[in-house]
C-alpha cells in the first residue's frame, strides 16, 4: 500500500511515524476500501484481515477494527479477521471484539488465532521465549470466554481474571468459524485438540504438508476428521497474463524483506528465545514472496496442487505489495475472479 | 493485604472423639481456622495445606473410614457424615470456620454449609464430585490410566507410591456405598439456602470432573464464584499448587472482594 518510493522510505522495522504522509494515509485507506468492496462484488468468499504494527506495509494494527469500518461495504463475502496476534492483546477483550464483531455483521465473521511473527512480538516488548505459552494459553481463554455461560475466573500462568462474562455472545453458535494461524506443530495440535482449522500462510508445499499431516494425524487421535474448508493457506499471487511476463512483474514487484526487516542483532536475540517463529520467515526469505506466479492456468494448477496434496480447501490471495498501485491490484483481482476463481472454486 | 509466606509448617497429629469415631486431623498454622476435608484417595501430604498454613489456622480431618482408621459402616450418607465432620469441629473449639472440600468431599461439604449455615464463614470446593453428568462412572483402571484421568501432565507427576491394597479396597468400598446418585436432587434443591459465599475450582484439563460442572453450582448456590485453573487436572494441587493457593487463600481471605485486583503493576518507581 505504499506510495513512496523504497528509497525515501526508511528500511527496516519498526519505521518511524515522520515518515507518514497522511494525504497518502488517507487516499491509502479510500482505495484499500474500494478494494475490499471490490473483492466483495467479484464474488470473492472472504475478504480477510489482518494485524500488523508499526510499518507502512500494513496499516492495521487492529484488525477487527478495520473489518468493523467494512460492513456496510462488504455485503456478501464473510468478514475474516486473520487475526489477533494473541501475545498482544488481551485475550478476554479478543473474545469480545470477535463476539461483537460477528452481531454488527449478522454472523459474518471467520476468526484466526495467532502467536505471529518476530518483528510483531517487539510491538509491546512481549518477551519471545514467552509467546508459545502465551498464545495457547489465549487461545484456550478465547474459547472458554465464548462459551462458558455463566461468569467465571481464569487462573493462568500468563493471564488472571477473576470474573469473565462476555456480552454479546456470539452470533454464530457456539462461536464463528476459527481457525489457528501457525505454521508450527503447536498451533496444529492445538487445532486438531479444539476441533478447530488450521491456517498457515507463505511456507513451501513440502513444508505444508508436513504441517497438514501432523494436524490430521492429531485430529484423528480427538476423534474427528478434518475437511479442505477446515484448511486455509495465504499466499501471495503474481497473476500475469502469460508466465513470462508473471516472472517479470514478479521481480518488479515481488520483493524479499521489505519493511519487516530488523537488524541482524535483534534477530538473534529473538532467536535465544524461541527460534520457531523465524522458520517460515528464513524459508520464505523474507515476507513478500509469491507463491503462486504464473498465468491464469499455472496458478490454477499451483493452487490446485495444494489442494490435492495437503487438503487446502481455503486459499487467502494477496495481489498487493508495497510496490503495487491500485490500478494494478484492481486489475488484477479482476483477472483472477475472471480467469481462476471459478475453476478454484470447482475443486 | 497477603500476608508474608512463611517456611513449610509442620503439622502435628491429633484425635478428637465424635459419634464413636476417633477422628484423626492434622494441624499446623496460625490465624482464622480452615477445616479441609480430603478427596478419595484419603488424607495425603499437600503442598496447598502447606501454603495455607502460612496464613491459617489449617485443620485437615481425616475422614472416618480412611487410611488406617476402622472400617466406617455406620455413616448412614454423606450427609451423616456431614453431621460428624461438623462436630468434630465443634469438638476442636472452632465455633466457625471455613471449608475447603476437595473432589469426594465437596457433598460433605454442602452438607455442612446446609446444616449448620452459622459455622460456615466461607466454602471452597475443589475438583468437585458433588454434581455429576448423568453417565459418570469413578475412575478406574491402571495406575497409567489413571494418572491420565487425574492429571493434565502425568509424565510431569513422581511415580505413585503403592498403597495398602486393603486400605484401598476399604476406603473404595466407604466412597462407593456413600457416593449416592450422579445427581443428587435433594442436595441440589437445597443449594441455593446456603448462605456462605463458595469458590468452586476446576482445572481445565479436568478428565475425572469435567469444568463445565463449575457452571451448575453458580447457578445454584447464590454467592458462589466459579473459577478454572489453567492447564490443570484433577488434581489441581499437585499440578499448580501455587496458582490454586492464591486464589482459594485470597478467596478464605476476602471472600466475594477477591474478584478486586491487588496486583501491584508499577515496575519501577
Keep these: 500500500m505504499s506510495y513512496m518510493s523504497p528509497q525515501e522510505m526508511t528500511a527496516g522495522w519498526p519505521t518511524p511515524p515522520a515518515n507518514y504522509d497522511r494525504e497518502i494515509g488517507l487516499r491509502n485507506f479510500h482505495?484499500?476500501?474500494?478494494?475490499?468492496?471490490?473483492?466483495?462484488?467479484?464474488?470473492?468468499?472472504?475478504?480477510?484481515?489482518?494485524?500488523?504494527?508499526?510499518?507502512?506495509?500494513i496499516l492495521a494494527p487492529?484488525?477487527?477494527?478495520?473489518a468493523a469500518a467494512m460492513i456496510k461495504h462488504i455485503r456478501q463475502a464473510k468478514l475474516a479477521v486473520l487475526g489477533h496476534t494473541l501475545p498482544l492483546n488481551n485475550p478476554v477483550k479478543v473474545a469480545e471484539e470477535l463476539a461483537l464483531l460477528d452481531n454488527l455483521s449478522e454472523g459474518r465473521v471467520v476468526a484466526g488465532l495467532l502467536r505471529g511473527t518476530p518483528n510483531e512480538f517487539q510491538t509491546y516488548s512481549v518477551n519471545p521465549a514467552e509467546t508459545r505459552e502465551l498464545a495457547l494459553e489465549s487461545m484456550e481463554l478465547v474459547l472458554k470466554a465464548w462459551t462458558e455461560p455463566q461468569p467465571f475466573g481464569w487462573e493462568g500462568r500468563h493471564y488472571q481474571y477473576r470474573s469473565v462474562s462476555v456480552w454479546p455472545r456470539p452470533l454464530q453458535q457456539p462461536f464463528p468459524p476459527t481457525y489457528v494461524l501457525g505454521s508450527s506443530h503447536e498451533s496444529g495440535e492445538f487445532a486438531a485438540a479444539n476441533h478447530l482449522g488450521l491456517g498457515v500462510s507463505f511456507v513451501p508445499i513440502n513444508v505444508l504438508s508436513e504441517l497438514f499431516t501432523n494436524y490430521r494425524q492429531k485430529s484423528l487421535e480427538a476423534g474427528w476428521e478434518p475437511v479442505p474448508e477446515n484448511i486455509i493457506y495465504r499466499a501471495g499471487v503474481c497473476l500475469a497474463e502469460t508466465d513470462e511476463q508473471a516472472m517479470q512483474d514478479a521481480n518488479r514487484y515481488w520483493m524479499r524483506g521489505g519493511n519487516f526487516n530488523m537488524k541482524s542483532s535483534v534477530y538473534s536475540a529473538i532467536a535465544k528465545g524461541d527460534a520457531n517463529p523465524l522458520r517460515p520467515l528464513a524459508a520464505a526469505g523474507g515476507l513478500y514472496f509469491a507463491t503462486f506466479i504464473g498465468g491464469p492456468d499455472t496458478i490454477f494448477n499451483k493452487i490446485k496442487q495444494f489442494h490435492d496434496e495437503c487438503g487446502v480447501g481455503v486459499i487467502d490471495v494477496i495481489f498487493q505489495t508495497p510496490r503495487t498501485n491500485h490500478a494494478k491490484v484492481m486489475h488484477d483481482m479482476e483477472f483472477y475472479a475472471k480467469e481462476v476463481m471459478p475453476r478454484v472454486k470447482e475443486l | 493485604m497477603a500476608k508474608t509466606q512463611q517456611a513449610d509448617p509442620k503439622f502435628s497429629e491429633g484425635h478428637v472423639a465424635v459419634d464413636g469415631f476417633q477422628i484423626r486431623y492434622l494441624e499446623a498454622g496460625k490465624g482464622d481456622p480452615v477445616v479441609m476435608l480430603h478427596g478419595a484417595g484419603g488424607l495425603k501430604p499437600s503442598r496447598l495445606n502447606d501454603l495455607l498454613a502460612g496464613q491459617f489456622r489449617v485443620i485437615a480431618f481425616e475422614i472416618p473410614g480412611f487410611g488406617h482408621s476402622p472400617v466406617n459402616d455406620r455413616s448412614k450418607s454423606m450427609r451423616d457424615l456431614a453431621r460428624t465432620m461438623t462436630d468434630a469441629a465443634a469438638k476442636l473449639g472452632l465455633d466457625h470456620y471455613g471449608l475447603v472440600a476437595t473432589s469426594?468431599?465437596?457433598?460433605?461439604?454442602?452438607?455442612?454449609?446446609?446444616?449448620?449455615?452459622?459455622r460456615i464463614d466461607v466454602m471452597v470446593l475443589i475438583s468437585p464430585s458433588a454434581i455429576l453428568p448423568e453417565n459418570w462412572t469413578a475412575p478406574s483402571g491402571s495406575?497409567?490410566?489413571?494418572?491420565?484421568?487425574?492429571?493434565a501432565h502425568p509424565e510431569k507427576q513422581p511415580m505413585p507410591v503403592a498403597e495398602d491394597p486393603e486400605i484401598l479396597a476399604k476406603q473404595q468400598a466407604l466412597t462407593a456405598r456413600l457416593r449416592g446418585p450422579n445427581r443428587d436432587p435433594e442436595l441440589e434443591g437445597?443449594?441455593?439456602?446456603?448462605?456462605?459465599?463458595?469458590?468452586?475450582?476446576?482445572?481445565?484439563?479436568?478428565?475425572?470432573?469435567?469444568?463445565?460442572?463449575?457452571?451448575?453450582?453458580?447457578?445454584?448456590?447464590?454467592?458462589?464464584?466459579?473459577?478454572?485453573?489453567?492447564?490443570?487436572?484433577?488434581?489441581?494441587?499437585?499440578?499448580?499448587?501455587?496458582?490454586?493457593?492464591?486464589?482459594v487463600s485470597d478467596f478464605l481471605e476476602r471472600r466475594e472482594a477477591f474478584i478486586v485486583s491487588r496486583s501491584n503493576t508499577v515496575i519501577n518507581p
Excluded at chain 1, 482505495?31 to 506495509?57: C, I, K, N
Excluded at chain 1, 487492529?62 to 478495520?66: C, D, E, W, Y
Excluded at chain 2, 473459577?227 to 501455587?242: F, K, S, T
Aim: hydrophobic fraction near 45%; charged fraction near 20%.
Design chain 1, 31 to 57: 482505495e484499500g476500501a474500494e478494494r475490499m468492496q471490490f473483492a466483495d462484488e467479484l464474488g470473492f468468499d472472504w475478504v480477510s484481515f489482518s494485524e500488523h504494527h508499526y510499518t507502512p506495509s
Design chain 2, 190 to 247: 437445597m443449594l441455593r439456602n446456603i448462605k456462605a459465599p463458595a469458590l468452586v475450582v476446576f482445572g481445565t484439563h479436568d478428565a475425572v470432573t469435567p469444568s463445565e460442572m463449575g457452571r451448575i453450582y453458580k447457578e445454584r448456590i447464590p454467592s458462589s464464584y466459579f473459577v478454572m485453573v489453567y492447564d490443570a487436572g484433577h488434581a489441581i494441587a499437585a499440578e499448580r499448587p501455587e496458582a490454586l493457593h492464591g486464589v
Design chain 2, 143 to 151: 495406575p497409567d490410566q489413571l494418572a491420565k484421568l487425574m492429571y
Design chain 2, 104 to 118: 469426594f468431599s465437596s457433598r460433605v461439604a454442602l452438607w455442612e454449609a446446609i446444616d449448620a449455615p452459622d
Design chain 1, 62 to 66: 487492529n484488525a477487527a477494527l478495520v
